[in-house]
């Protein structure tokens, strides 16, 4: 396989700060990156400072902050791309920021969780039964939260909140599957899934949609289950052009029938949760150096 003395990879990600998780595959990506020849970087995404056509490809590793700065966010990626290889490409980043994709997977015949989106200024209607309230653009469950009908006043006001910070707002049934299996994330880099995980449910019962959560409860390994791997695959092939994608995640729940079905298809900046699986980083590297390669020739 080509190599290039000179590649320079950016690994870009965001500034600290008290709402922004600590990513802790950066340096170990970092490290494996340049024992592999290539000058691997990291650096802040919206740093003014950086030169990004001094690099031969940018993946975007976790820019965790840019869900609240989400036009910000997918202007820099359309400037970035322009200069650089940016993986994944800006249109998919654009797209994927959105969550209405959500709607356009189901109209492909993607199961997913059943979704309504409230948009400031439209009539709130709300479920009769146990509900998920959360933003369109978000991560690490910010601004989302679970209610029960008798909650629906409360759930009212965070409707009102996020509609006038701009926020358009997603109802979904609460997919009780989760509390039983769990929500498993397929990760797939260079076009192959990399591995599994599962974790158990984010949203607790009484916890306030402003509050933080954990974002990741009981992280654990997962072997998927042949029909997982199908939902994620259909979803993946379900992305509007076919790009090319560099990495993806596919978030799985069951659904009502017990069958698996998306609850998120995580294109921009997925955590890799690498410490969980150490033994796919030459994969990663692989990929990336592939990436690379396709870029310089």
């Not at 869900?67 to 910000?72: D, F, P």
Request: net charge negative.
């Amino acid at each position: 396989m080509f190599r290039t003395a000179t590649a320079r990879v950016a690994l870009v990600t965001c500034r600290p700060g008290p709402e922004v998780t600590t990513d802790g595959d950066l340096p170990v990506l970092v490290r494996e990156l340049t024992a592999a020849g290539a000058g691997a970087d990291a650096v802040y995404w919206d740093d003014p400072d950086v030169d990004w056509a001094a690099y031969d490809l940018a993946v975007i590793r976790s820019t965790w902050d840019y869900s609240w700065r989400a036009a910000e966010f997918t202007a820099w990626a359309e400037r970035c791309g322009k200069l650089t290889r940016l993986a994944n490409p800006a249109p998919v980043v654009r797209w994927n920021t959105d969550k209405r994709y959500l709607g356009e997977l189901a109209a492909a015949g993607v199961p997913v969780v059943p979704t309504r989106y409230v948009a400031p200024g439209d009539p709130v209607e709300l479920p009769d039964d146990e509900y998920v309230v959360k933003p369109t653009s978000g991560a690490g469950a910010r601004f989302a939260a679970r209610y029960t009908p008798e909650e629906h006043d409360t759930a009212v006001r965070q409707l009102a909140r996020m509609h006038a910070e701009g926020f358009t707002a997603m109802v979904q049934p609460y997919v009780r599957g989760i509390d039983v299996a769990g929500e498993r994330a397929l990760q797939f880099f260079g076009g192959r899934l990399l591995h599994a995980s599962r974790k158990g449910a984010v949203l607790t019962p009484g916890t306030a949609y402003d509050e933080r959560k954990v974002a990741h409860p009981g992280l654990e390994p997962w072997t998927p289950t042949p029909a997982e791997r199908a939902v994620a695959e259909r979803a993946l092939a379900a992305v509007p052009g076919a790009p090319e994608l560099l990495y993806a995640r596919v978030d799985l729940v069951d659904g009502a029938d017990g069958q698996p079905c998306v609850m998120e298809l995580e294109l921009v900046e997925p955590n890799l949760f690498l410490s969980l699986h150490p033994g796919s980083v030459p994969r990663v590297v692989d990929a990336v150096l592939a990436a690379v390669d396709r870029s310089v020739r």
